[in-house]
């Protein structure tokens, strides 16, 4: 990977304390990692961490040629549990408005994780918890170690996982996300593949890293606008029941789709038996 701060790709917003805790590199191919380093903390997420991380996947919002975000934790663990020190200063003052901030902040990231217009995709390795599951389930797709262990254990403390419970809802669907958040319990990695939540496990470090290379090479083959308006209408039509209305606006947005230039380059690449523009 190169260093974002060289790479067209993107630019350098990693700046300050925030390049302390997340590392954002780029390929020219337009492969990216999003990292969380805070390894000494078992990768939990504090407030500067959260802003990190939304802040470089809002970056990649707005940059040409991204194909495909991986988003991992440094030195094999993803983490995402709630920060113990900020827990601590959140308990000495009870103060809604603050908490509320922090809850604002944490939606802020899972929206910019959903929303970012490439494939996103969760590496997942050690314990994942809370907002980390969140981060998992609002990827589009997640590949795990075997070992990965996962759980929501919000309302053993007696909170709410409100922020990512649309998410989660969305990854497992609605009656297996609140059994999950209800009981709290651990879950593994082949359970975790079970219930949607993670589309991959695998064994070790090299086989994540030949799972990751696979994906890369089928995200390049698909047209990088087609996958953003994909994504788009996946979003939009989620729990929809196919009306009139519904397929009528979904044969106009078919239709739409098939007269622009990507389409037709890729209508064309395919007649004259030979790869498209963006598969190069």
């Known amino acids: 990977m190169e260093n974002p701060i060289s790479d067209p790709l993107v630019e350098n917003v990693i700046v300050d304390d925030i390049a302390d805790v997340v590392r954002l590199e780029a390929s020219p191919e337009g492969v990216v990692f999003v990292t969380l380093k805070r390894p000494a903390e078992h990768n939990a997420l504090n407030a500067?961490?959260?802003?990190?991380?939304?802040?470089?996947?809002?970056?990649?919002?707005?940059?040409?040629?991204?194909?495909?975000?991986?988003?991992?934790?440094?030195?094999g663990e993803f983490g995402g549990s709630l920060d113990r020190a900020q827990v601590t200063v959140a308990s000495e003052d009870w103060i809604e408005d603050d908490v509320r901030g922090d809850a604002v902040a944490a939606g802020r990231l899972l929206r910019a994780v959903a929303a970012t217009p490439a494939l996103t995709v969760a590496i997942v390795e050690g314990a994942v918890r809370s907002l980390g599951v969140g981060l998992v389930a609002a990827c589009d797709m997640a590949v795990a170690r075997y070992d990965a262990v996962?759980?929501?254990?919000d309302l053993k403390l007696g909170l709410l996982p409100a922020m990512i419970a649309p998410y989660l809802m969305r990854a497992v669907g609605p009656r297996e996300a609140q059994a999950l958040c209800a009981l709290g319990r651990s879950f593994d990695?082949?359970?975790?593949?079970?219930?949607?939540?993670?589309?991959?496990?695998?064994?070790?470090?090299?086989?994540?890293?030949?799972?990751?290379?696979?994906?890369?090479?089928?995200?390049?083959?698909?047209?990088?606008e087609a996958v953003a308006e994909l994504k788009t209408l996946f979003?939009?039509?989620?729990?929809?029941?196919?009306?009139?209305?519904?397929?009528?606006?979904?044969?106009?947005?078919?239709?739409?789709?098939?007269?622009?230039?990507?389409?037709?380059?890729?209508?064309?690449?395919?007649?004259?038996?030979?790869?498209?523009?963006?598969?190069?």
Not at 48 to 70: K, P, Q
Not at 189 to 217: K, S, T, Y
């Open 48 to 75: 500067l961490a959260v802003e990190g991380l939304a802040e470089a996947l809002e970056t990649l919002h707005g940059a040409e040629g991204v194909r495909i975000v991986f988003l991992r934790g440094a030195e």
């Open 235 to 280: 979003a939009e039509i989620a729990y929809k029941s196919p009306d009139h209305a519904l397929i009528e606006s979904l044969a106009q947005r078919h239709a739409a789709r098939w007269v622009r230039p990507e389409a037709r380059e890729g209508v064309a690449a395919y007649l004259e038996r030979r790869k498209p523009r963006w598969n190069r």
């Open 150 to 153: 996962f759980a929501v254990p």
């Open 189 to 224: 990695a082949a359970e975790a593949r079970r219930l949607g939540l993670v589309q991959e496990v695998v064994e070790g470090p090299a086989d994540l890293d030949h799972a990751m290379d696979r994906l890369i090479d089928w995200a390049l083959t698909s047209a990088p």
